[in-house]
Nanobody, 111 residues
């Protein structure tokens, strides 16, 4: 599976942004999908995930998927400066490990 994340950018604190991750190469609907982020100088952390059948987990942000478009989204509202990070998407075929990773998209929310 090839993953291409997009939609990052500069947004003021309190603003919103929607990230997209387009998948290709395999049957997208068979995979659980996830979003992760890594801030400068910090470890990568989990943001949200959605299973192949649409069950989601996460915190402040909303993950969704459109299997017809082979795309998973991350809707981020009320952004804070601490949300500044590179956001990456990942795919899992067995719910045990993340098999495939996209290249990441930078989200910057200055104070």
């Amino acid at each position: 599976v090839q993953l291409q994340a997009s939609g990052g950018g500069l947004v003021q604190a309190g603003g919103s942004l929607r990230l997209s991750c387009a998948a290709s190469g395999r049957t997208f609907s068979n995979y659980d999908m996830g979003w992760f982020r890594q801030a400068p100088g910090k470890e990568r952390e989990f943001v949200a995930a959605i299973s192949w059948n649409g069950s989601s987990t996460g915190g402040r942000f909303t993950i969704s998927r459109d299997n017809a478009k082979n795309t998973v989204y991350l809707q981020m509202n009320s952004l804070k400066p601490e949300d500044t990070a590179v956001y990456s998407c990942a795919a899992s075929s067995d719910a045990k490990k993340w098999d495939y990773w996209g290249q990441g998209t930078l989200v910057t929310s200055p104070a």
